[in-house]
């Protein structure tokens, strides 16, 4: 196939040719006039899995022929004469590292947090792999001068010599880098003596990894061996290509890796052959790409050869360029264009690392049922098996709650089995149930409790399995695994039969198992973890694999990342979230190495990923049709075009009238489509709703209300009648909390006991006894530490001063009544007034009444009680008259509210200045007039404070109405 040359043999395709297809045309066309089987004599090593099933899927297109022998580099084979043994599972290799970490994070918590472990042993297996890709050996790491660098480092230095035994051949299995490596030394060595006859073709491989490049080598020394470069820049000069000579300033560069490669192989960029005579798609972009991307030091040459670029209208005739506002914008014009390309039948696909740009092109193009063929896939983690199996484990890390419980029964997987409509039935009533009355963390008997009211035993103690799942001590991974998958594939069978229900079935079923198996496999490696760590552990192996259906997508629209710009087979590229961050991204943090140390070491800089992402803009901007799209703000932040965007604007508006011209077209033409974005977004105006105040007939109006639903009538009428009348009531929270509702219930309940038995036995009333009613109570009501300390100490402060103020209230008056219930009828209205005092006393002298009511607040002055807040006033009117049970109409005395915030303080309701029988009659006129059907329900009537938010604003729409429209007084049937 190849003349036989003393010098390696390579060769390129230029930026924005259509690798794969070139490729195969190239080995056709050597193949011409030879015999069927010469093809199949080639052997073809490519750098991934996809550029192998494009061009399979090219010469599977036909005609019929032989076909070459097409592999992966990472299945490349060592010769018969080297004994290499098979790598070790990546995963095994994760878990052994993750024991080395734990080990250092308990000798050196402060080097990083424990919730850091997983990440940590993460980044040393990067390490490890490009060590083992680039030849560096942990002698080489610990040779390293790091006296002028912190502490740190010295000891990150120190801990990767623990790692020497797995570089160690003959002790431990090599990792997949490394014996790629070893089988590239050990090819080199045997092809030295006896080199293949057949053609070996590697291409599509940047050699930007030590093991990758040294198969490169070997296989370009080979007398029929050859390397096909893609994206290689034919227009650099040499002396360009002289620049790219030291990595610290310029592996940022898009051509650097190709640059190093020769001058391994001690040649020159000239050296470097067209591999086909294939045209790219736009020459003149091309030289125009290649000028901006100029390598730092020789930017100068924008000056000498920016003149001299000619065909700038057509280098930049069909690129589009998009500076959207926001990132939904971009998203939006990127979506409209996509679908443009699906109802023409063009193909298209958006090249972007920026994965929630993808998500959100995703999301708009499923608009219109389009969904593309995304090559990321989801994450395992984010799918619904990968879900459910995260919240089964976190069960084994806190106790259960009622919101974990029911994410659980609600998981579409969950009780996937026969009877899943009684379950969900069923689990509806327990959330109304846990919403209502709790409690915060279910158990075993109150789960079982309530699945026997409801006659459902089986689900009941099917649903037990739940409980108890936490408090565990550290146990090994194997068990751990068991343990989850045991209970997992339980709960997603449900209780009327075994095996695992749905949980295991479908594409993410299938590869969510296939990780489960894998991780059994290695969890002997595993050690012993936490039920924390267990947790943490599993959400990470799940992270960092991906779900694709590739029967799903869309046949021509495709969301690649920026390796798949050099398998590209499509009519359009959009290359889209081009701002700083995004494309290129920013270098991954290196805990172990900092970026002086690594270039001492031998290995990659961190600049590294970024001129591979330069490589992979610089491929996709030669397409035949190319859109650039960035949004000018993100998340209120104005962002920064990428460094390869601006280079490129820059130099097209310092190219005199045409280059401004040229990039006056880029963008009008993304200037429509931003328009017709808008128009796309563009609502018909609605008129704003009115302030409603809505008049119910008469008979629908609410004959009862407590005491504590005056002040809500007087400030906020509406939530009386979206109450009352529309009867409708605000969900609880699932998630209880500790808070000022509970406090004050607690409150409560500790001084009615303590006062009640202080009472009875009067040595009680002591600081130490109400502090131990505190602790009780606390103990059995509240099931959070925290606030029972926080509670407990706030007892504390304000026990001495309420413990002198009951002695005083004591030796005044004669506790009689806790928590009792009253009322008080308006017969003419037909209205009755429902109230409980927290307390009534009875003076000893006169026999009068004394009210108190418990505030864990800051009680309310006497304007306000006056106004708004009635509550101790009306009472007192229903004692006197007689209203609470077992009471006798008797005088009222006083009337005060006991403070128990932060700031302890009493208050009196002003009785002398709003007597109960004058409080009586203007309640009575206030009932009159909310029971005649001409008086409305307005909203927000007279809020304490504007800010105040109440329970049924959505539903009035407060927002689209202010404070001060008037009020919108409609009947309403």
Same mark, same amino acid.
Not at 303 to 323: F, H, N, Q
């Given at each position: 196939?190849?003349?036989?040359?003393?010098?390696?043999?390579?060769?390129?395709?230029?930026?924005?040719?259509?690798?794969?297809?070139?490729?195969?045309?190239?080995?056709?066309?050597?193949?011409?006039?030879?015999?069927?089987?010469?093809?199949?004599?080639?052997?073809?090593?490519?750098?991934?899995?996809?550029?192998?099933?494009?061009?399979?899927?090219?010469?599977?297109?036909?005609?019929?022929?032989?076909?070459?022998?097409?592999?992966?580099?990472?299945?490349?084979?060592?010769?018969?004469?080297?004994?290499?043994?098979?790598?070790?599972?990546?995963?095994?290799?994760?878990?052994?590292?993750?024991?080395?970490?734990?080990?250092?994070?308990?000798?050196?918590?402060?080097?990083?947090?424990?919730?850091?472990?997983?990440?940590?042993?993460?980044?040393?297996?990067?390490?490890?792999?490009?060590?083992?890709?680039?030849?560096?050996?942990?002698?080489?790491?610990?040779?390293?001068?790091?006296?002028?660098?912190?502490?740190?480092?010295?000891?990150?230095?120190?801990?990767?010599?623990?790692?020497?035994?797995?570089?160690?051949?003959?002790?431990?299995?090599?990792?997949?880098?490394?014996?790629?490596?070893?089988?590239?030394?050990?090819?080199?060595?045997?092809?030295?003596?006896?080199?293949?006859?057949?053609?070996?073709?590697?291409?599509?491989?940047?050699?930007?990894?030590?093991?990758?490049?040294?198969?490169?080598?070997?296989?370009?020394?080979l007398p029929q061996g050859a390397l096909v470069l893609p994206g290689f820049d034919f227009d650099m000069k040499p002396a360009n290509w002289a620049a790219l000579d030291q990595a610290l300033v310029s592996e940022d560069h898009p051509q650097y890796r190709f640059a190093k490669l020769m001058r391994a192989l001690e040649r020159g960029p000239e050296d470097v052959h067209h591999w086909h005579r294939v045209v790219a798609p736009c020459p003149p972009r091309?030289?125009? %790409?290649? =000028?901006? +991307? $100029?390598? !730092?030091?020789? #930017?100068?040459?924008?000056? &000498?050869?920016?003149?001299?670029?000619?065909? @700038?209208?057509?280098?930049?005739?069909?690129?589009?360029?998009?500076?959207?506002?926001?990132?939904?914008?971009?998203?939006?014009? %990127?979506? =409209?264009? +996509? $679908?443009? !390309?699906?109802? #023409?039948?063009?193909?298209? &696909?958006?090249?972007?690392?920026?994965?929630? @740009?993808?998500?959100?092109?995703?999301?708009?193009?499923?608009?219109?049922?389009?969904?593309?063929?995304?090559?990321?896939?989801?994450?395992?983690?984010?799918?619904?098996?990968?879900?459910?199996?995260?919240?089964?484990? &976190?069960?084994?890390?806190?106790?259960?709650?009622?919101?974990?419980?029911?994410?659980?029964?609600?998981?579409?997987?969950?009780?996937?089995?026969?009877g899943r409509n009684d379950h969900l039935r069923l689990t509806r009533d327990l959330e109304l149930h846990l919403r209502r009355h709790g409690p915060p963390f279910p158990d075993a008997a109150m789960l079982t409790r309530f699945a026997e009211d409801r006659k459902a035993p089986d689900w009941g103690a099917w649903l037990v399995r739940l409980c108890g799942q936490d408090g565990r001590g550290p146990l090994p991974l194997t068990e751990w695994l068991a343990?989850?998958?045991?209970?997992?594939?339980?709960?997603?069978?449900?209780?009327?039969?075994?095996?695992?229900?749905?949980?295991?079935?479908?594409?993410?079923?299938?590869?969510?198992?296939?990780?489960?198996?894998?991780?059994?496999?290695?969890?002997?490696?595993?050690?012993?973890?936490?039920?924390?760590?267990?947790?943490?552990?599993?959400?990470?192996?799940?992270?960092?694999?991906?779900q694709r259906d590739r029967d799903l997508g869309h046949p021509h629209i495709r969301i690649w990342g920026t390796l798949e710009a050099r398998v590209m087979g499509a009519d359009l590229l959009i290359l889209g979230g081009l701002n700083e961050g995004s494309w290129p991204e920013p270098p991954t943090p290196d805990p172990w190495l900092n970026r002086v140390l690594r270039d001492k070491a031998g290995l990659l800089l961190p600049e590294r990923r970024i001129?591979?992402?330069?490589?992979?803009?610089?491929?996709?901007?030669?397409?035949?049709?190319?859109?650039?799209?960035?949004?000018?703000?993100?998340?209120?932040?104005?962002?920064?075009?990428?460094?390869?965007?601006?280079?490129?604007?820059?130099?097209?508006?310092?190219?005199?009238?045409?280059?401004?011209?040229?990039?006056?077209?880029?963008?009008?033409?993304?200037?429509?489509?931003?328009?017709?974005?808008?128009?796309?977004?563009?609502?018909?105006?609605?008129?704003?709703?009115?302030?409603?105040?809505?008049?119910?007939?008469?008979?629908?109006?609410?004959?009862?209300?407590?005491?504590?639903?005056?002040?809500?009538?007087?400030?906020?009428?509406?939530?009386?009648?979206?109450?009352?009348?529309?009867?409708?009531?605000?969900?609880?929270?699932?998630?209880?909390?500790?808070?000022?509702?509970?406090?004050?219930?607690?409150?409560?309940?500790?001084?009615?006991?303590?006062?009640?038995?202080?009472?009875?036995?009067?040595?009680?009333?002591?600081?130490?006894?109400?502090?131990?009613?505190?602790?009780?109570?606390?103990?059995?009501?509240?099931?959070?530490?925290?606030?029972?300390?926080?509670?407990?100490?706030?007892?504390?402060?304000?026990?001495?001063?309420?413990?002198?103020?009951?002695?005083?209230?004591?030796?005044?008056?004669?506790?009689?009544?806790?928590?009792?219930?009253?009322?008080?009828?308006?017969?003419?209205?037909?209205?009755?007034?429902?109230?409980?005092?927290?307390?009534?006393?009875?003076?000893?002298?006169?026999?009068?009444?004394?009210?108190?009511?418990?505030?864990?607040?800051?009680?309310?002055?006497?304007?306000?009680?006056?106004?708004?807040?009635?509550?101790?006033?009306?009472?007192?009117?229903?004692?006197?008259?007689?209203?609470?049970?077992?009471?006798?109409?008797?005088?009222?005395?006083?009337?005060?509210?006991?403070?128990?915030?932060?700031?302890?303080?009493?208050?009196?309701?002003?009785?002398?200045?709003?007597?109960?029988?004058?409080?009586?009659?203007?309640?009575?006129?206030?009932?009159?007039?909310?029971?005649?059907?001409?008086?409305?329900?307005?909203?927000?009537?007279?809020?304490?404070?504007?800010?105040?938010?109440?329970?049924?604003?959505?539903?009035?729409?407060?927002?689209?109405?202010?404070?001060?429209?008037?009020?919108?007084?409609?009947?309403?049937?």
């Amino acid at each position: 196939m190849f003349e036989r040359l003393a010098a390696p043999r390579v060769f390129g395709l230029p930026p924005g040719v259509d690798f794969p297809q070139a490729l195969v045309d190239g080995l056709l066309a050597r193949c011409q006039g030879q015999p069927p089987e010469a093809l199949a004599r080639v052997e073809l090593i490519v750098n991934t899995e996809r550029m192998r099933r494009r061009i399979r899927a090219i010469f599977d297109a036909g005609p019929p022929r032989i076909l070459p022998r097409i592999r992966v580099l990472s299945e490349v084979e060592p010769p018969w004469t080297a004994e290499i043994p098979e790598p070790v599972a990546p995963l095994q290799r994760r878990l052994e590292l993750v024991q080395l970490v734990s080990g250092l994070l308990e000798a050196q918590p402060d080097m990083a947090p424990r919730a850091a472990l997983f990440d940590l042993a993460d980044s040393l297996a990067g390490l490890m792999d490009e060590m083992q890709g680039e030849g560096v050996t942990p002698a080489d790491i610990e040779a390293l001068d790091v006296t002028d660098q912190s502490g740190h480092w010295q000891r990150a230095r120190d801990f990767l010599a623990i790692v020497q035994q797995f570089f160690d051949p003959e002790t431990d299995a090599p990792d997949g880098t490394a014996r790629l490596r070893m089988i590239s030394e050990a090819l080199a060595q045997h092809w030295q003596s006896d080199p293949p006859e057949h053609p070996v073709i590697l291409a599509g491989s940047t050699g930007s990894r030590g093991a990758a490049s040294a198969l490169m080598r070997a296989v370009a020394h080979l007398p029929q061996g050859a390397l096909v470069l893609p994206g290689f820049d034919f227009d650099m000069k040499p002396a360009n290509w002289a620049a790219l000579d030291q990595a610290l300033v310029s592996e940022d560069h898009p051509q650097y890796r190709f640059a190093k490669l020769m001058r391994a192989l001690e040649r020159g960029p000239e050296d470097v052959h067209h591999w086909h005579r294939v045209v790219a798609p736009c020459p003149p972009r091309n030289r125009l %790409i290649s =000028l901006a +991307l $100029r390598p !730092a030091p020789v #930017t100068d040459a924008w000056l &000498a050869e920016g003149p001299k670029l000619s065909e @700038l209208d057509r280098a930049c005739a069909d690129v589009t360029l998009i500076e959207a506002q926001s990132r939904r914008e971009e998203a939006l014009t %990127i979506a =409209l264009r +996509l $679908r443009k !390309a699906a109802e #023409t039948g063009q193909s298209a &696909a958006l090249i972007t690392p920026d994965r929630q @740009l993808t998500r959100q092109v995703s999301a708009t193009l499923d608009r219109w049922g389009i969904i593309p063929d995304d090559s990321a896939g989801i994450p395992l983690q984010l799918t619904a098996p990968g879900r459910f199996l995260r919240h089964v484990a &976190a069960l084994f890390a806190a106790p259960l709650d009622a919101p974990a419980l029911l994410t659980l029964l609600k998981h579409p997987l969950c009780h996937s089995g026969e009877g899943r409509n009684d379950h969900l039935r069923l689990t509806r009533d327990l959330e109304l149930h846990l919403r209502r009355h709790g409690p915060p963390f279910p158990d075993a008997a109150m789960l079982t409790r309530f699945a026997e009211d409801r006659k459902a035993p089986d689900w009941g103690a099917w649903l037990v399995r739940l409980c108890g799942q936490d408090g565990r001590g550290p146990l090994p991974l194997t068990e751990w695994l068991a343990r989850h998958r045991t209970l997992a594939e339980a709960l997603a069978a449900g209780n009327t039969r075994d095996g695992a229900g749905n949980l295991w079935v479908q594409v993410a079923g299938i590869e969510t198992l296939a990780l489960v198996r894998k991780l059994e496999e290695a969890a002997p490696h595993g050690g012993t973890l936490s039920a924390r760590d267990y947790v943490d552990l599993f959400g990470a192996v799940l992270g960092r694999e991906e779900q694709r259906d590739r029967d799903l997508g869309h046949p021509h629209i495709r969301i690649w990342g920026t390796l798949e710009a050099r398998v590209m087979g499509a009519d359009l590229l959009i290359l889209g979230g081009l701002n700083e961050g995004s494309w290129p991204e920013p270098p991954t943090p290196d805990p172990w190495l900092n970026r002086v140390l690594r270039d001492k070491a031998g290995l990659l800089l961190p600049e590294r990923r970024i001129g591979l992402s330069a490589h992979d803009f610089q491929q996709a901007v030669g397409a035949r049709e190319v859109w650039l799209t960035r949004a000018v703000r993100s998340d209120d932040a104005e962002t920064v075009p990428s460094r390869w965007l601006n280079r490129l604007t820059n130099l097209l508006r310092g190219l005199g009238n045409t280059g401004r011209e040229a990039h006056a077209g880029m963008q009008a033409r993304g200037q429509s489509w931003l328009a017709l974005a808008h128009a796309v977004e563009k609502v018909t105006p609605a008129a704003p709703a009115t302030r409603p105040s809505p008049k119910p007939p008469a008979e629908a109006r609410p004959k009862q209300l407590s005491v504590t639903e005056i002040k809500r009538l007087i400030r906020d009428p509406y939530a009386i009648y979206a109450k009352h009348v529309l009867r409708l009531r605000p969900l609880d929270s699932l998630a209880k909390a500790p808070d000022a509702l509970l406090r004050g219930i607690i409150a409560h309940k500790v001084l009615e006991d303590f006062v009640d038995a202080s009472v009875k036995h009067p040595d009680r009333l002591s600081r130490a006894e109400l502090l131990a009613t505190t602790a009780q109570i606390l103990g059995a009501q509240v099931p959070w530490p925290s606030a029972r300390a926080m509670w407990q100490a706030r007892m504390a402060r304000v026990a001495d001063g309420f413990i002198a103020d009951e002695t005083e209230r004591q030796a005044e008056a004669l506790p009689i009544r806790f928590e009792v219930k009253g009322g008080r009828d308006i017969p003419r209205l037909g209205f009755r007034l429902t109230c409980e005092a927290d307390r009534i006393d009875r003076a000893r002298e006169d026999g009068r009444l004394l009210l108190y009511d418990y505030k864990t607040g800051k009680p309310p002055g006497p304007a306000e009680q006056k106004h708004f807040d009635k509550q101790l006033l009306l009472e007192a009117a229903v004692a006197e008259a007689g209203g609470f049970e077992g009471l006798a109409p008797a005088q009222v005395a006083r009337a005060v509210y006991l403070g128990l915030g932060s700031s302890p303080e009493n208050r009196e309701a002003p009785l002398a200045e709003a007597p109960p029988a004058a409080v009586w009659a203007q309640f009575e006129t206030l009932i009159a007039r909310y029971m005649d059907e001409i008086q409305g329900f307005t909203a927000r009537r007279a809020m304490q404070k504007a800010g105040d938010v109440g329970d049924y604003d959505q539903l009035a729409r407060f927002g689209e109405w202010e404070l001060t429209d008037l009020p919108d007084a409609r009947p309403v049937p």
